[in-house]
C-alpha cells in the first residue's frame, strides 16, 4: 500500500466517515483540495466551522435555526396553521416538505426513529416533548410522515398509540411514497400525492 502522509490520510478518512462517500471517492475529494491553487479547501474549513458554531436547534420543533435564536423561522412564523403538527425524522425533512408547497402547518423533528435493535428507545428521541405539545397545544391534526421503512412504521404505531388520549386526529402520509424510501429523495409531486392523500391511522 502506498505511503501516504498523515496528513492526506487524515482527511481522506474524515471524507470516508461521511454518508453515500467510499474511500475511492474520499481519496478524489483529498486530492482536489490538495491540488486546487484557488481557496476552497479555506472557504469549506471555514463553512464546516461555522455550521457548528453559528446553527443551533429551535427549543419548540428542534429544526436547525441559528445560534442565538430560540424558534426557528417556521416556528416564529404565526401565518402558518397553528393546528396542524407535522412529525419528521430529521431537519432534512422539512426542508423537503417545505419544497413541495403542500403543507402550511408546524413540524417537530425527532432526530432519529426507533429501533430497538440499534438500541434506540423512546427516551433516546424527541418524542417526550412531542408528547407535551400536543397535550397542552391546540393541535387539530398530527401527521406522521416518518419515513416508510420498518422503523419508520414502529415509530409511527408507537406515536398513534400514545396520542390516544389527547383525542387528536391522527393521519400518514399516503403510500405514495415507496415502501422503504426516504423523504429526501421523492420527488414534489409524489410528497404533494402523499400530503394530499393522508390517512387516519
Same mark, same amino acid.
Given at each position: 500500500?502506498?505511503?501516504? +502522509?498523515?496528513?492526506? @490520510?487524515?482527511?481522506?478518512?474524515?471524507?470516508?466517515?461521511?454518508?453515500?462517500?467510499? =474511500?475511492?471517492?474520499?481519496?478524489?475529494?483529498?486530492?482536489?483540495?490538495?491540488?486546487?491553487?484557488?481557496?476552497?479547501? @479555506?472557504?469549506?474549513?471555514?463553512?464546516? *466551522?461555522?455550521?457548528?458554531?453559528?446553527?443551533?436547534?429551535?427549543?419548540?420543533?428542534?429544526?436547525?435555526?441559528?445560534?442565538? &435564536?430560540?424558534?426557528?423561522?417556521?416556528?416564529?412564523?404565526? $401565518?402558518?396553521? $397553528? /393546528?396542524?403538527?407535522?412529525?419528521?425524522?430529521? =431537519?432534512?425533512?422539512?426542508?423537503?416538505?417545505? @419544497?413541495?408547497?403542500?403543507?402550511?402547518?408546524?413540524? &417537530?423533528?425527532? /432526530?432519529?426513529?426507533?429501533?430497538?435493535?440499534? !438500541?434506540?428507545? +423512546?427516551?433516546?428521541?424527541?418524542? #417526550? =416533548?412531542?408528547? %407535551?405539545?400536543? #397535550?397542552?397545544?391546540?393541535?387539530?391534526?398530527?401527521?406522521?410522515?416518518?419515513?416508510?421503512? *420498518?422503523?419508520?412504521?414502529?415509530?409511527?404505531?408507537?406515536?398513534? $398509540?400514545?396520542? %390516544?388520549?389527547? /383525542?387528536?386526529?391522527?393521519?400518514?402520509? #399516503?403510500?405514495?411514497?415507496?415502501?422503504?424510501? %426516504?423523504?429526501?429523495?421523492?420527488? $414534489?409531486?409524489?410528497?404533494?400525492?402523499?400530503?394530499? !392523500?393522508? @390517512? %387516519?391511522?
Amino acid at each position: 500500500m502506498a505511503n501516504i +502522509p498523515a496528513p492526506v @490520510q487524515n482527511l481522506i478518512d474524515a471524507f470516508s466517515m461521511l454518508p453515500g462517500i467510499g =474511500p475511492r471517492t474520499a481519496s478524489r475529494l483529498t486530492f482536489f483540495l490538495l491540488k486546487n491553487n484557488t481557496d476552497i479547501a @479555506q472557504k469549506l474549513s471555514t463553512a464546516l *466551522m461555522n455550521l457548528k458554531t453559528e446553527t443551533a436547534l429551535c427549543k419548540e420543533c428542534f429544526n436547525i435555526t441559528l445560534a442565538g &435564536h430560540d424558534l426557528c423561522a417556521i416556528c416564529e412564523n404565526d $401565518q402558518r396553521d $397553528q /393546528h396542524e403538527l407535522c412529525v419528521v425524522e430529521t =431537519p432534512m425533512d422539512v426542508i423537503v416538505l417545505e @419544497q413541495s408547497g403542500g403543507y402550511f402547518g408546524k413540524y &417537530h423533528v425527532l /432526530h432519529g426513529l426507533l429501533s430497538p435493535i440499534e !438500541g434506540i428507545n +423512546p427516551e433516546d428521541i424527541r418524542l #417526550a =416533548p412531542l408528547f %407535551e405539545r400536543v #397535550a397542552t397545544g391546540d393541535y387539530k391534526e398530527v401527521i406522521i410522515a416518518t419515513n416508510p421503512s *420498518m422503523e419508520g412504521d414502529a415509530t409511527a404505531l408507537y406515536i398513534r $398509540q400514545r396520542l %390516544e388520549p389527547y /383525542h387528536v386526529r391522527i393521519t400518514r402520509l #399516503a403510500r405514495g411514497l415507496p415502501s422503504g424510501g %426516504e423523504l429526501e429523495y421523492a420527488d $414534489q409531486n409524489t410528497l404533494l400525492r402523499a400530503l394530499s !392523500g393522508r @390517512q %387516519e391511522m
